[in-house]
């Protein structure tokens, strides 16, 4: 099982529209969690930390769930620029700040 | 954006050869990180420095040695290059090792090795 475990998608919207993406966890004793952007080709940019709980950043709002392991991330009012692989990234400490990154899902938001 | 600057961006190069990847900061940072990101897969990490000649493995480090000689510069070798090698591969920074700072990435290095 990996340790991060996301839905590839892709996920085809409208612009306008709401989606959400999941993601689940295997070891509970990840400290901290992240949602990373990236674009086709590019590297990955820091989206939003996420908070125990819960928060907001414009139209991206992040949830934890440490009990059930998974992290949420919802975006409103979808935009065409919105079109990106978002990975879930979750951290402890195994001697150095170590990140596990999922695999990535696909949005891409269509007119 | 961090400034961290990767070089080469692209390289083609044959089995066999060694390889060598720098990356280059301009932020003071303590940490810096080797990554490979493969299709299906997240990012792995390969080798991580805590300070000046101070490194260590990650999960995926078999056929990769590193170099850190100075803060700003953190170098990744492949002994001896082999086709599964073939990735694109980015260096990352953080401020602190603790669990809770995020990461920054630079612009990647495209590998092919023929």
């Known amino acids: 099982r990996k340790e991060v475990e996301q839905d590839p998608g892709p996920f085809n919207v409208p612009e306008g529209a709401t989606v959400a993406f999941n993601c689940t966890y295997s070891n509970s004793a990840s400290q901290s969690f992240f949602w990373y952007r990236q674009d086709c080709r590019k590297e990955p940019k820091l989206l939003m930390s996420v908070y125990s709980s819960g928060n907001e950043d414009g139209r991206f709002t992040a949830q934890l769930n440490r009990a059930s392991q998974y992290i949420s991330l919802l975006i409103r009012d979808s935009k065409l620029s919105d079109s990106a692989t978002y990975l879930c990234v979750v951290t402890f400490w195994g001697g150095y700040n170590k990140l596990i990154f999922g695999a990535g899902t696909r949005l891409a938001v269509h007119p | 954006d961090a400034g961290i600057t990767q070089s080469p961006r692209h390289k083609v190069t044959e089995t066999g050869t060694p390889v060598t990847l720098r990356c280059h900061q301009t932020?003071?940072?303590?940490?810096m990180y080797w990554y490979r990101q493969d299709p299906g897969h997240g990012l792995r990490l390969i080798h991580y420095s805590y300070g000046v000649k101070d490194t260590d493995k990650g999960e995926v480090s078999d056929g990769y040695s590193v170099s850190r000689s100075k803060t700003e510069d953190f170098l990744l070798t492949l002994e001896s290059a082999t086709s599964s090698q073939t990735s694109v591969y980015f260096c990352?920074?953080?401020?602190?090792?603790?669990?809770?700072?995020?990461?920054?990435f630079g612009d990647g290095t495209r590998l092919s090795i023929l």
């Open positions: 932020e003071n940072h303590r940490y």
């Open positions: 990352a920074i953080s401020d602190q090792g603790q669990g809770s700072q995020p990461q920054h």
